[in-house]
C-alpha cells in the first residue's frame, strides 16, 4: 500500500488529533483539503495562522478574544454582578448561543482533577475570588458540567467564596448528570440557567 508524503502523513496526525477526527476521518479531511487547495487549504492555513498570532485568553475573564478584554467584559451592560462560572470556553460560547445569561463570565480553564494533578493553582480559582472582591459580584452561578470532577470543583468554589457572603448557586432542571454544556440544545441551556438554584 502506498503512503503519502511524510509532510502530508505528519498533517493527517495533527488533524486526527482534533476531537471528533479519528485518522480516517482525517485522511479524508486532508485529501478534500489537498483537493481544493485554493478554495479550501489557502484559506484555512491563513486563518489559522492569522488566529495563531492574535488569539489570546481576555486577561479578566479567560474568554478567547484578540484584545486585551473580550467583548463580554468590555460591555458595561453585562456588569449586572452576576457572574457564570464556567470549566472553559466552548461552555461560555453555548451559554452565549442560548442567549439566557446577560451577565459576565468566568473560565476556569479546567477542573480540578486528582488523576490530572490539576489543583486550585492550574485554574483561574484564586482569580475568580479576587474578582469576587474587586468587582462587586452578588451572584456566582456555577455552570460546570454534571460530572464528579465538575461537582468536585464546585464545592471547592462554593467553599472558597463562602467567607465573601456572595450567593452561590448552581444550574438546575435541564442538565442532566454526566452531561456537558457543550453538547446540550439552546432551550436546554436557557431553562438551566432560569431555573438555577441555591449551590
Not at 479519528?22 to 491563513?46: C, I
Not at 492574535?54 to 458595561?76: F, K, Q
Request: glycine residues 10%.
Amino acid at each position: 500500500m502506498a503512503e503519502a508524503p511524510g509532510d502530508i502523513e505528519r498533517l493527517i496526525e495533527l488533524m486526527a488529533r482534533l476531537p471528533g477526527l479519528g485518522p480516517r476521518s482525517a485522511r479524508r479531511a486532508v485529501l478534500l483539503m489537498l483537493k481544493k487547495r485554493g478554495a479550501v487549504m489557502a484559506p484555512l492555513a491563513q486563518a489559522m495562522a492569522e488566529v495563531a498570532t492574535s488569539a489570546r485568553d481576555c486577561v479578566r475573564c479567560g474568554n478567547i478574544t484578540n484584545a486585551d478584554l473580550c467583548g463580554i467584559c468590555r460591555d458595561e451592560r453585562r456588569a449586572t454582578g452576576e457572574l457564570c462560572v464556567v470549566e472553559d470556553v466552548a461552555d461560555l460560547w453555548a451559554l452565549e448561543r442560548a442567549g439566557a445569561f446577560r451577565g459576565r463570565y468566568h473560565v476556569l480553564g479546567g477542573v480540578l482533577s486528582a488523576l490530572d494533578s490539576v489543583g486550585p493553582e492550574e485554574l483561574r480559582i484564586p482569580r475568580l475570588a479576587e474578582r469576587v472582591r474587586e468587582e462587586g459580584i452578588s451572584e456566582v452561578i456555577l455552570a460546570l458540567n454534571a460530572t464528579v470532577d465538575g461537582q468536585t470543583t464546585a464545592h471547592y468554589i462554593a467553599d472558597v467564596l463562602e467567607p465573601s457572603g456572595v450567593q452561590v448557586t448552581s444550574l438546575a432542571q435541564g442538565v442532566p448528570i454526566g452531561g456537558e454544556l457543550d453538547y446540550l440544545d439552546d432551550g436546554t441551556i436557557g431553562a438551566a440557567l432560569r431555573a438555577r438554584r441555591r449551590f
